[in-house]
């Protein structure tokens, strides 16, 4: 089945430290391919995007994720997380493109202690 | 430029009532997708309208249905409400043509008591 799988539920890191938040996908190609953040009681803001080509993309807020084709995953970066970072973290695929849902996973909440 | 607006912001309910909730999509945007987002879960995926059309339906009940209007905004109605129903409900807006980045908006918290 298609899914789209966020193995830490709860994450916490110093300010400054870096971060990696991990997510991982079940599909037979490869899916387009999102990360969003939310902050409390907020929608949901597109942090970053990989659709081909590069697999190294950055985002907004100083984020990039790295696309591995060989491990189906698509794991979000920052070098140095700033306490304006902690929120619920969701990664997200579109399966077959175009027009489809957005499946996503069940969240990354990040904590961050000073 | 207006992102995506949804109201109302809450929403408290009694079982068995109906909700309406709103969403008006961002500018140049045709199509819109509704999400349920429960406590402590990532959204999941209701249902998409493109051309004042159903195009895809997740799996929810016929308790949640959906018009688009053609000014592209959508309404989401829910009859029969369980208290299972209570969530943060999110509207995203796209365009019909090309690769699916989907925006967010807010959300309208229902609660159901």
């Known amino acids: 089945a298609q899914s789209v799988t966020q193995p830490d539920i709860h994450i916490t890191v110093s300010e400054g430290a870096s971060l990696e938040l991990r997510c991982n996908y079940s599909?037979?190609?490869?899916?387009?391919l999102f990360w969003y953040v939310q902050s409390p009681g907020q929608g949901l803001q597109l942090l970053l995007k990989?659709?081909?080509?590069?697999?190294l993309v950055q985002g907004i807020k100083g984020f990039e994720a790295e696309f591995k084709r060989s491990q189906s995953s698509f794991n979000l970066r920052k070098p140095s997380v700033h306490w304006s970072d902690a929120a619920e973290y969701f990664c997200a695929a579109t399966f077959s493109g175009g027009y489809q849902k957005v499946t996503f996973g069940t969240g990354t909440k990040l904590q961050v202690i000073p | 430029d207006a992102g995506v607006t949804q109201s109302p912001t809450h929403l408290i309910k009694t079982r068995g009532q109906q909700v309406t909730l709103r969403c008006s999509p961002k500018?140049?945007?045709?199509?819109v997708s509704w999400y349920q987002q429960a406590l402590g879960q990532g959204p999941q995926f209701i249902f998409q309208y493109y051309e004042e059309e159903e195009r895809q339906r997740g799996n929810f009940p016929d308790r949640f249905s959906g018009h688009q209007f053609p000014n592209y905004s959508s309404e989401l109605n829910v009859n029969a409400l369980l208290l299972g129903d209570s969530a943060l409900y999110l509207c995203?807006?796209?365009?019909?043509?090309?690769?699916?980045?989907?925006?967010f908006g807010a959300g309208t918290r229902l609660s159901v008591l």
């Open positions: 599909y037979g190609a490869t899916p387009y």
């Open positions: 500018s140049g945007h045709d199509t």
């Open positions: 990989y659709f081909s080509g590069d697999t």
């Open positions: 995203a807006s796209s365009s019909g043509q090309g690769a699916n980045i989907q925006y």
